[in-house]
């Protein structure tokens, strides 16, 4: 049995999680697809799709993920 308890989270706690969980499946999800698809070199090329990815989960804040405010 587990002691953690994650139903009781604060709205705060909610509202980050579920905003993870849409970017997932409106952005991450459906690049990933895309991505797959392709070569290396395609998914690297500066037209490739990858780079609004990373410049849409930058505008997120995601990768300040690890950090404290």
Known sequence: MCALDLTDDPPEQKQLRDQAHRFAAEVLRP???E???LSPEEV???E????D???E???AGY???GFPP
Do not use: E, N, Q
């Open 31 to 33: 690049a990933s697809i």
């Open 35 to 37: 991505l797959d698809a």
């Open 44 to 46: 690297m090329a500066p």
């Open 48 to 51: 490739s799709r990858l780079w």
């Open 53 to 55: 990815v990373f410049r």
């Open 57 to 59: 989960t930058y505008k």
């Open 63 to 65: 990768h300040l993920g």
